[in-house]
Nanobody, 115 residues
Framework: QVQLVESGGGLVQPGGSLRLSCAASGSLFSTMGWYRQAPGNQRELVATITITGRTNIADSVKGRFTISRDNARNTVALQMNSLKSEDTAVYYC???????????WGQGTQVTVSS
């Protein structure tokens, strides 16, 4: 059974940093990534990374957020620096399993940027 378990969310002041981690199990994974959803907004892409390490980063976080993965451990991480209040959202881990490319989601972790 495929499971994605996020960790690392919390409350941070503007300008601060947080690191989110997602541990995936139950399959091999193709593209993995992070999405976020703020109250009243649609879920949006933050960053994705392919099994070969190619990344896709949203313009709104480019230069501040970095995505990485460890294929041997089936983990994906999101390093978030220079956080802004508009980064406040629930962050979701996302992964596509191999070979079907079916999509799975984690339960979400809250990130709040506030003074």
């Amino acid at each position: 059974q495929v499971q994605l378990v996020e960790s690392g969310g919390g409350l941070v002041q503007p300008g601060g940093s947080l690191r989110l981690s997602c541990a995936a199990s139950g399959s091999l994974f193709s593209t993995m990534g992070w999405y976020r959803q703020a109250p009243g907004n649609q879920r949006e892409l933050v960053a994705t990374i392919t099994i070969t390490g190619r990344t896709n980063i949203a313009d709104s976080v480019k230069g501040r957020f970095t995505i990485s993965r460890d294929n041997a451990r089936n983990t994906v991480a999101l390093q978030m620096n220079s956080l802004k209040s508009e980064d406040t959202a629930v962050y979701y881990c996302n992964a596509n399993v191999l070979p079907s490319l079916d999509e799975y989601w984690g339960q979400g972790t809250q990130v709040t940027v506030s003074s």
